[in-house]
């Protein structure tokens, strides 16, 4: 795989180094994209590895980090370079309590044992003549916990204001035949109403909505609806 294919599977993944792309991607090229990202010689891209498992738990890929394992022998330097991402990528998250891959911690808990804390050092090594800062890998991590929350928090109020919508939509139709409703909703976005619509609305739709504001008429409608 050419870096710059790498580079647009990891935005894909949601580690955006340039422009985006929204493809569905399937498990094996996700490992795919592990792989290539634990070889590879530049430090940002290998920085991207947790975002990629907290990406694929996100969206529901699910991965066999086993698959990626059997890749290589056991005892080859590639295996332990994964080896090492995954311990490390599988602390990271749970650092930020960000969602892991479904049996990551499972498949973590060996390399614990085999490998130690490998975010107590400043640095991870992670093969010869290969280190990278730990802090570069929390800051990659809690750059993406930090996107999530930003797009979980507008698709949230994304949602509330279509529902506010709905609301207002079916109340107004309640009290309001098409063409008064009409009116009262282009009245509302401020758009150019023309004579006749001005007149009727200022003789019919206006004293409607006058009686609806009146304060002792939304008392009464708050009692009866309570009881």
Known sequence: MKKKE????????GY??????KDKLTSKKVLDVLDELAVSGDSRLIEAFPVVLANCAHR????DIRDLFSMHEG????????EKLIRVSSDLLTLEGVDKPEGLD???????????????????????????????????????????????????K?????FKSFQLNRHLSTLF??????????????????????????????????????TEVKKLAVRLTRK
């Not at 790498?6 to 993944?13: D, F, G, P, R, S």
């Not at 529901?60 to 991965?63: H, P, S, Y």
């Not at 994304?158 to 279509?162: D, Y």
């Open 177 to 214: 035949p098409p063409k008064q409703k009409e009116l009262v909703l282009k009245k509302l976005k401020g758009e150019k109403l023309t004579q006749t619509e001005r007149e009727y609305f200022s003789r019919v739709v206006k004293k409607k909505l006058e009686a609806l504001a009146n």
């Open 75 to 82: 005892d080859s330097q590639q295996r332990a370079t994964l």
């Open 60 to 63: 529901g890929i699910k991965l």
């Open 6 to 13: 790498l580079i647009t599977e990891l935005e894909k993944l």
């Open 106 to 156: 499972g498949i973590t808990e060996p390399l614990r044992q085999k490998y130690g804390d490998l975010l107590e050092e400043k640095i991870v090594s992670l093969k010869p003549n290969k280190t990278l800062s730990t802090d570069r890998f929390k800051n990659s991590v809690r750059r993406y916990a930090t996107d999530i929350a930003k797009s979980e928090s507008a698709r949230e």
């Open 158 to 162: 994304e949602k509330q204001k279509q």
């Open 16 to 21: 955006r180094l340039f422009a985006t792309e």
